[in-house]
C-alpha cells in the first residue's frame, strides 16, 4: 500500500544522491532495512542543472540495479522521498527487475527554500523470496539563494608533473560589492603552490578569477574544495563547493622526433645532420641533441631551442671519432609545459670513401709544350741555313 500523500511546499521527487563534487551537493551512503536489500542499489546519479534556485525545477535521473547475486527478480512496489515530517509520493508499481538487470528513473525535484535539507530515498520491493525490502538512501540537497555569489572552476591542460593554472571565478550578480573576498583551495591528488588568495572587492555585477599554480603526478579528473569567504553589509559570510576538476593532459602534446638524419665518418670527423620535428601540437622548448664521450667518439651537443607544434628546426653536430663506429646514440632533451623529456636514437653511421691519388702513365717524359715549339723552331732555322 503506497504511503500517505501529504502536500508540500517542496515538490520533493528525488531517488537519489547526486555526486558530492557539483554546487547542489547530494551525498549519503545506502543503509538496507534487511539482508536481501544489499542485493538491490541506486547508481549512476545525474541531475540538471547542476546548481538549482529556489522554486526552480530540476531533472535527477538515477538507475536502480538488481545485482545478478539476487538469484530473481526484485519487484520494486514503490519509491518516495521521506523527511521534513512528511511522506512525498514519487513512483509506484515500476514493474520488476530481473537479476543483473537495471532501470533509469527521471523524476523533476522542486526545492522553495534555500540552504540544506535532508531528506530519505525509500525503495520498497520484494525479493526473490517474496520477502519485503527496504531500501533506505539518505540524502542531502542544498539549494543556493540566486542572490548569493557565483563560483565556478576551470582548469589549464598540461601533461603531468607540470604547473598548470586552476582557475577560480567568483561571479557577483548583485547590486552590491563582495569586500574581503578571500578563496581558498585544497585537493587530496593537487598539489597546489599557492591555496589562498585574497581581494578588496568584488563589484557588484561584475566577475574576478583567482588563478591558483598546481601540479598532479598522473593526469585524470580531481575533486577541488573551494572556499569563498566574504564581507557582506557587515556580515561575514562564507560558501564552499566541491568541483571535479579537469587535470588531463592536452591530446597530443608537444614531443620531439628526429627525422631526416645522416650520420658520415669521414677521416677522423663524424657530423650528423638532422631534423628535430615536433610531432605534436604544443610548443616544445630548451631542445638539445647531444652525444655522450666515449672511447670511440668525443662528446658534443647542439643547441636547438624552441620547436612550435607541428613545426622542426635542422641542424649539424660534429665532432671527433677514431677508428670505425657502426653507429652512435644521439640523447634528445627538451622541455614540455617545464617538464623535462628525454629519450635516445641510435644512428647508424657511413663511413666515407676517401679519394686515392691517380696513377701517372709510364714511359720518357714528355717535355712542356712550351719547350717542344722552341726544339721545333730551333730545328727549322737550322734546316734553313745548310741549305
Known amino acids: 500500500m503506497s504511503p500517505a500523500r501529504p502536500s508540500t511546499s517542496a515538490l520533493l521527487l528525488v531517488a537519489v544522491v547526486c555526486l558530492p563534487l557539483v554546487a547542489v551537493g547530494l551525498s549519503g551512503a545506502p543503509v538496507a532495512a534487511q539482508s ?10 545525474t541531475h540538471t542543472p547542476e546548481t538549482p534556485t529556489p522554486g526552480e525545477s530540476f531533472e535527477v535521473e538515477v538507475t536502480i ?33 530481473p537479476a543483473g538487470s537495471s532501470m533509469p528513473v527521471s523524476v523533476p525535484v522542486t526545492l522553495d527554500e534555500p540552504g540544506r535539507h535532508t531528506f530519505t530515498v525509500n525503495v520498497r520491493g520484494v525479493n526473490p523470496s517474496d520477502v519485503p525490502v527496504v531500501i533506505q538512501y539518505p540524502v542531502t540537497v542544498q539549494v543556493v539563494d540566486e542572490t548569493r555569489p557565483q563560483i565556478e572552476l576551470s582548469t589549464q591542460r598540461a601533461v603531468p608533473g607540470a604547473s598548470r593554472s586552476v582557475n577560480v571565478t567568483v561571479g557577483n550578480g548583485r547590486p552590491r560589492a563582495l569586500d574581503q573576498v578571500a578563496v581558498t583551495v585544497s585537493s587530496p591528488e593537487a598539489d ?6 585574497v581581494q578588496a572587492q568584488v563589484g557588484a555585477q561584475n566577475t574576478t578569477t583567482f588563478r ?4 598532479v603526478s598522473e593526469a585524470g579528473r580531481y575533486p577541488v574544495d573551494v572556499q569563498l569567504e566574504y564581507t557582506d553589509d557587515g556580515d561575514r559570510r562564507s560558501l564552499n563547493r566541491t568541483f571535479r576538476a579537469d587535470f588531463r593532459a592536452p591530446s597530443n602534446p608537444g614531443e620531439i622526433m628526429l627525422t631526416g638524419t645522416e650520420a658520415v665518418a669521414r677521416g677522423g670527423t663524424l ?22 664521450d666515449t672511447d670511440a667518439v668525443a662528446g658534443a651537443n647542439y643547441f636547438v631551442g624552441s620547436v612550435e607544434g607541428s613545426d622542426f628546426s635542422s641542424f649539424t653536430l660534429t665532432t671527433s671519432v677514431a677508428g670505425n ?5 644521439v640523447e634528445v632533451r627538451y622541455l614540455v609545459d617545464g617538464v623535462e623529456k628525454t629519450h635516445t636514437v641510435e644512428i647508424p653511421v657511413e663511413q666515407a670513401r676517401t679519394r686515392q691519388p691517380e696513377p701517372q702513365p709510364s714511359g720518357p717524359p714528355l717535355l712542356p709544350v712550351g719547350a717542344a715549339v722552341g726544339v721545333l723552331v730551333l730545328a727549322g732555322v737550322v734546316y734553313r741555313w745548310r741549305r
Open 36 to 45: 536481501d536489500a544489499s542485493y538491490v542499489s541506486v547508481t549512476n546519479v
Open 65 to 97: 540495479r538488481n545485482h545478478a547475486g539476487n538469484g530473481g527478480p526484485f519487484k520494486i512496489n514503490e519509491v518516495y522521498v521521506s523527511g521534513q515530517g512528511a511522506d512525498t509520493y514519487v513512483a509506484d508499481d515500476l514493474g520488476s527487475l
Open 192 to 197: 597546489f603552490e599557492v591555496q589562498r588568495r
Open 212 to 215: 591558483f599554480p598546481a601540479t
Open 271 to 292: 657530423e650528423i645532420s638532422s631534423t628535430a620535428s615536433n610531432v605534436g601540437t604544443t610548443e616544445v622548448e630548451g631542445v638539445v641533441v647531444a652525444i655522450d
Open 325 to 329: 663506429v657502426s653507429s652512435v646514440p
